[in-house]
């Protein structure tokens, strides 16, 4: 069964650095490319950011290119998320998920993981 | 601001149908059938519903249908249950740069 399990989440001020990972189990971590969505609070889903499954091919938003790093871990079934530069619009609860390719759908998400990003 | 558009909120009766929709552009829901649709229950993940425009993952019931028309996609649940009160997201491929949009979200309300 899959499971995805984010962590590392929590309050940060601006303009400062968080790294958030997402644990994978339960299918072939190596078939997947890997995404992070993020949800604001009270707020709709803002697609991220992707990587493939080499890591060879890497995707981000305008709104986090320059300051997010997305990486993985084959070895270890991780996925992660380095974020620089934090800003208040941020804030959101940050979900990692699954896809078959770039523009296939998100099939698997895990429960997500709360970034706030406040003085 | 979403990319796509979508109605704040719907509602229907146990066994009716509601339909939600979703209008994009020529530069996303037009142009590809990379349509899909999520659930999200309150405080948890949202779930994969439709895709494809009109495709079902195992698991999910054939209440739940997808539609395309132009720029504006569609999903229908016809036999409305208490257990389908929730969020819906639209979400469409936009191409190789933008990759994905989402819509604002739905609350759906089964009276």
């Known amino acids: 069964q899959v499971h995805l399990e984010e962590s590392g989440g929590g309050l940060v001020k601006p303009g400062g650095s968080l790294r958030i990972s997402c644990a994978a189990s339960?299918?072939?971590?190596?078939?997947?490319?890997m995404n992070w969505i993020r949800q604001a609070p009270g707020k709709g889903l803002e697609w991220v950011s992707f990587i493939s499954t080499t890591s060879s091919y890497i995707h981000y938003a305008d709104s986090v290119k320059g300051r997010f790093t997305i990486s993985r871990d084959n070895g270890e079934n991780s996925l992660y998320l380095q974020m620089s530069s934090l800003r208040a619009e941020d804030t959101a609860i940050y979900y990692c998920?699954?896809?078959?390719?770039?523009?296939?759908?998100?099939?698997?998400w895990g429960q997500g993981t709360l970034v706030t990003v406040s003085s | 601001q979403s990319a796509l558009t979508q109605p704040r909120s719907v509602s229907g009766s146990p066994g009716q149908s509601v339909t939600i929709s979703c209008t994009g552009t020529s530069s996303d829901v037009g142009t590809y059938n990379y349509v899909s649709w999520y659930q999200q229950h309150p405080g948890q993940a949202p779930k994969l519903m439709i895709y494809?425009?009109?495709k079902r993952p195992s698991g999910v019931p054939d209440r739940f249908s997808g539609s395309k028309s132009g720029n504006t996609a569609s999903l229908t649940i016809s036999g409305l249950q208490t257990e389908d009160e929730a969020d819906y997201y639209c979400?469409?491929?936009?191409?190789?740069?933008?990759?994905?949009?989402f819509g604002g979200g739905t609350q759906l309300t089964v009276l």
């Open positions: 494809d425009v009109t």
């Open positions: 979400c469409s491929y936009a191409g190789s740069y933008t990759n994905w949009v």
């Open positions: 998920a699954t896809s078959r390719g770039s523009y296939r759908p998100l099939d698997y």
């Open positions: 339960g299918f072939t971590f190596t078939d997947y490319y």
